[in-house]
Structures are given as structure tokens and as C-alpha cells.
């Protein structure tokens, strides 16, 4: 059994990402304690940001007439593409940065997404268990005052469910700057409820990943 975790934080010491998906690996490893978790950590070994277009324009070519960057890119994106197929379960912990997708997940996406195992024609991972955690420093839920800035959450959803396929659960938890930022201390008691039941959905979804893949292989 193998578990695929993805972080992409560029704060892993404060990470309220990391801690959430610390609790749905914790649940998993009870379930699996022999599996291993392959990691690979956006902050501390981030993807070119030249990876992705070498990579495409790279695919037009045959394989002698392409550059060196071109082969190096398409290299790591058939690596991408091994640790999602050749995983049993997937997490990803994802923040909400600057109202968007965080780069470094984004960059990840489109060099993996190249790959043609993983494209929407030739998936290799359609049904596979997965987890997103992805947290926001504000709130940006209906009838807040920024209501539909959280321009991550949705985009994050389409692409693992609905492209890749994904039997997706969703950690979500808003206000992980209350405490950090003054502006938003009138909100410590509905932010610790909040995080309160992120935690509980951490620790459910582990749960729920560890026996999606236990019934797969039953």
C-alpha cells in the first residue's frame, strides 16, 4: 500500500494545511501501518516554472530532436505521473494564496497533466481515493463580504474530480489568520469552531480514504 501526499505550503513550520493532512495520514497509517507514504514537498523542491512549456512544445518533436531541457521536462513529468498511477490513495494540501491557486500546485498540475497516462483521454487514474485539503486565511463563503474571491477551491475540485477522475473528499477550512492578522480578531470564536470541524473532517476522510482502497482491493 502506498500513499501519495502532495504539500504546497511555502510556510511547512505553520502550515495549517500540513497539520490537517498530518490527521488524514495519521488515519490512514492506522488503517495501513505497513504502507508507505511517498512524498513530495512543493515548497522545498518546487517545478521549474520553464518545465511545463519545455515539456508541451517538447511532445511535438521526436524524441532525438528535442532539447535537453525538453527531455528533462518530459522525464519529470512521466515521474509525476508514476508517483499518482502507482499510488494507492492520493492527498494534497493546497492553501488559498493571493486569492488563487498556488503556484507551486498549479505548475505541478500542468507538467503532470502532460503526461498522456494522466490526460483526460488516456487517465490512469479515474476512481482512485483521494483527499484535498486546502484552507484560506480569510472566509469567503455565500453572504461573506468576499463572497466568490476563493478562486482555488473550485478550480482545485474540477481538475482532481472532474478531469482526473478522483473519488474526492474535501477538507476545507476558512480563517487560518484569525490570530495572526488583528483585523480579523472579532472572529476567534466562529475560527476555532471552523477549525474544530476541519479537524473532525480530517480525521473522517482518512478514515474514508483507508477504506476506499481497503473495499477497492477487497
Do not use: C
Amino acid at each position: 500500500m502506498t500513499l501519495f501526499r502532495l504539500d504546497a505550503s511555502i510556510l511547512p513550520a505553520s502550515s495549517a494545511s500540513r497539520e490537517l493532512g498530518d490527521l488524514v495520514e495519521t488515519e490512514w497509517a492506522a488503517a495501513h501501518p505497513t504502507s508507505t507514504v511517498l512524498r513530495r514537498d512543493l515548497a522545498a523542491d518546487p517545478v521549474p516554472a520553464t518545465a511545463w512549456p519545455d515539456a508541451v512544445q517538447g511532445g511535438f518533436l521526436p524524441e532525438e530532436e528535442r532539447s535537453e531541457a525538453q527531455r528533462n521536462a518530459i522525464g519529470l513529468a512521466r515521474i509525476f505521473a508514476d508517483e499518482l498511477t502507482g499510488a494507492d490513495a492520493l492527498l494534497f494540501t493546497v492553501p488559498l494564496y493571493n486569492y488563487g491557486v498556488s503556484q507551486h500546485f498549479k505548475t505541478w498540475f500542468d507538467l503532470a497533466y502532460t503526461d498522456p497516462r494522466i490526460d483526460p483521454q488516456g487517465t490512469a487514474l479515474n476512481g482512485k481515493p483521494a483527499t484535498l485539503v486546502t484552507v484560506l486565511g480569510g472566509n469567503y463563503a455565500e453572504g461573506s463580504p468576499k463572497e466568490g474571491w476563493d478562486h482555488s477551491t473550485g478550480w482545485l475540485r474540477r481538475v482532481l474530480q472532474d478531469v482526473w477522475g478522483l473519488d474526492l473528499r474535501v477538507v476545507h477550512r476558512p480563517f487560518t489568520l484569525v490570530g495572526v492578522n488583528p483585523a480579523l480578531d472579532a472572529f476567534i470564536e466562529p475560527a476555532a469552531e471552523l477549525k474544530r470541524t476541519a479537524e473532525s473532517a480530517a480525521v473522517r476522510s482518512g478514515r474514508e480514504l483507508a477504506e476506499a482502497r481497503r473495499a477497492q482491493v477487497a
